[in-house]
């Protein structure tokens, strides 16, 4: 299925299909959109330029946006998710020292 999205780095709309989250001319993140792919494809070129130039408004592109609902169970979100994941820091004690053990004295 097709999904309209925003890159507001790009500040171009894109038809993708799935809900994504990178822009795929920038790899930035871009925002979903609530217009239909169908309701876009019928819009005039003045329209889509209008539409556009709506997004570029941060207020309006909240109104205009929308959250998949069921994206923490799609596979980009567990691999991204996988890709996250940062390696547990162990940190252990270091063996107690006498703080002169290492000196060294000069006569």
Known sequence: ???????????????????????????????????????????????????????????QLKRLSTTYRMYKYSKWYKELQRQLAQPAIHSHPAPERNPMENAVSIV
Request: charged share 25%; proline share 2%.
């Open 1 to 59: 299925m097709m999904y309209m999205h925003y890159c507001k780095r790009c500040q171009r709309v894109h038809m993708l299909n799935g809900h994504k989250q990178f822009c795929p001319k920038c790899r930035g993140m871009i925002t979903e959109l609530k217009l239909s792919y169908m309701d876009y494809v019928s819009m005039n070129e003045a329209q889509r330029t209008s539409f556009c130039i709506c997004c570029t408004d941060d207020e």
